[in-house]
C-alpha cells in the first residue's frame, strides 16, 4: 500500500521561497511519475508539475522559472522548491503518484503567501 506524506508548507511573504517534501512508503516510487497539484476553495484542482522516473519535468505556465520539482529516488522523495511566491501561490499543495489501476495521493500542506 502506497502512502504520501506531505510537509514543509506554510506561511511566508511575497517574494520569499519554500521547499516542498512528499515522502512515499510502499512500492513503485522509483519507476511511478510524481507530481505537485494545488487547489484553492471553490476551484479544482490544478496541476503544479510533475516528473517521470528519468527525471524529465513539466510545469504549468504559472509557476515556470519560479518553481522547481525535483525527486531522490534512493530515498523515495520528491520536492517542489519554490522561489518567488506569490499570493496566488497560496492554495493547498497535494503530492500525486501515477498508479496502476489507482492513483494516490498524499493529505495536502497547506501555503499560504502573503502579499
Known amino acids: 500500500q502506497v502512502q504520501l506524506v506531505e510537509s514543509g508548507g506554510g506561511l511566508v511573504q511575497a517574494g520569499g521561497s519554500l521547499r516542498l517534501s512528499c515522502a512515499a512508503s510502499?512500492?513503485?516510487?522509483?519507476?511511478?511519475?510524481m507530481g505537485w497539484y494545488r487547489q484553492t476553495p471553490g476551484k479544482q484542482r490544478e496541476l503544479v508539475a510533475v516528473i517521470t522516473s528519468g527525471g524529465r519535468t513539466n510545469y504549468a505556465d504559472s509557476v515556470k522559472g519560479r518553481f522547481t520539482i525535483s525527486r531522490d529516488n534512493a530515498k523515495n522523495t520528491v520536492y517542489l522548491q519554490m522561489n518567488s511566491l506569490k499570493s496566488e501561490d497560496t492554495a493547498v499543495y497535494y503530492c500525486?503518484?501515477?498508479?496502476?489501476?489507482?492513483?494516490?495521493w498524499g493529505q495536502g500542506t497547506q501555503v499560504t503567501v502573503s502579499s
Open positions: 510502499g512500492s513503485g516510487f522509483g519507476t511511478n511519475v
Open positions: 500525486k503518484m501515477n498508479g496502476w489501476p489507482r492513483d494516490y
